[in-house]
């Protein structure tokens, strides 16, 4: 049986109201209330925590209407709405975008600056925007978003079936030569049970998880060319098609892998910390779920890249620009925090949320299965954002080189080589 997860999102929702009464914003006081669009994108893991967030601040914040539009199943698709809506005049006033694109709105003035939002606040530290907090959404000199969500890779597994292999649970393999060995002995159990997952289609991350893990780097200093391209390049690779190749590691598409899991079908899995309340619902009482941190890959130059959301403003009127402020200071504030913590699996971004024991200190004795994510903050560094207009096009291909090795179509030289062909053409030149 999984770890009870302890609150309900109503039950949530009043505890982190009283104890923080104190560090509300005052309601609007103007006379007519002011009606905002907010945009986000995968629901599958934000919905519960967008829905806590908006009612709280609508309780809070009775002049403001924020509505949300239909979210986007992914951040790529998220950025692509906002590209088209640009185009055509048709912006949200709020914009959930997946931190690595702030830089792409940035640099096309389709984000509105913070700074001088946050200057009138006086000094950022007494809102909880820590400088490392406020780095993940500072590019092109500009205060582009703040961050409202941050995830690393965790694993996920299943302790029943580890037991059934004559693994310890207890003892889960803090290296991939062990973690590739302990899938080659759960498949063996035969009934259609698959070893292991690592969820690398669908963007770059979880592919520059291993780059990084191997100390390596997506663009050279100057970001005139590619530097993912050596060795460290190379072994990622090598490490993905080792899984393939060595465990029979399946090519799930969607969330197939998320099925097979918690069908009890999947003893290990690879994927953001973002999903451990969805993970968790979904498996229930199936069996014994636990979590804990990746295996390390170089333990001194290694690193995990930080994924997740930030908040970024596109209102340009006064009145919307103002009132898009405040949603976005209630939604990136220790309230809001925690209430997008306890929603989704996230780690908290706002510092209060993290110093302060009336946040989230409770939540996570209680919570175990949350932890994982914790132990690993000190390994991350920021999701690559690539410059250019081709920012989102530069995913797409490194996706689709990728799936060559999860086909088994090609050879990770010639995936390596391919992609960074490819992705060179793709950068800006000098």
Known sequence: MTEPLQMNRRAAIGLIAGSAAALAAPAVRAQNAVAINVHYSMPAIFKPAQDAVLEEFSRRFPNIRATYLNPTPTYEDGAQLVLRGAATGDLPDVSFQGLN??????????????????????????????????????????????????????????????????????????????AIAAARRIRALGDGIDGMFYRWPGDDWMFSALLYGHGGRMLNDQESDVAFNGPEGLAALTLLDRMVKETG????????????????????????????????????????????????????????????????????????????????????SAVGTSLMVR???????????????????????????????????????????????????????????????????????????????????LIPRG
């Open 101 to 178: 694109r702030l830089r792409l709105f940035a640099e096309r003035g389709i984000a509105v600056d913070l700074r001088p939002l946050l200057a009138r606040e006086g000094d950022p530290a007494k809102l909880g925007y820590s400088p490392a907090l406020l780095g993940l959404g500072f590019h092109g000199r500009m205060q582009a978003g703040l961050a409202f969500a941050t995830s690393n890779p965790i694993s996920y597994y299943n302790v029943d079936l580890f037991r059934r292999a004559g693994l310890d649970p207890a003892r889960f393999p803090t290296n991939w030569d062990d």
């Open 249 to 332: 590691m399946p090519n799930y598409a969607g969330t197939a892998d998320l099925q097979a899991f918690a069908a009890g079908k999947l003893g290990m899995m690879f994927r953001t910390t973002a999903q451990v309340r969805g993970i968790a619902d979904s498996v229930g009482s199936n069996f014994t779920l636990q979590t804990t941190v990746m295996p390390v890959i170089d333990a001194q130059k290694g690193r995990l890249p930080t994924g997740g959301a930030g908040a970024m403003i596109v209102a340009k009127d006064p009145a919307k620009q103002a009132a898009a402020w405040e949603f976005v200071k209630f939604a990136t």
């Open 343 to 425: 929603n989704t699996g996230y780690v908290p971004c706002n510092q209060f949320a993290i110093d302060d024991p009336q946040y989230l200190s409770e939540f996570y004795r209680a919570n175990p299965l949350f932890q994982a994510a914790t132990k690993q903050v000190h390994l991350m560094i920021p999701w690559y954002a690539f410059p250019g207009a081709n920012s989102v096009r530069v995913t797409t291909v490194m996706v689709d080189h990728l799936a060559r090795i999860a086909e088994q179509k090609a050879t990770p030289e010639q995936v390596l080589a391919d992609m960074a062909t490819d992705v060179r053409r």
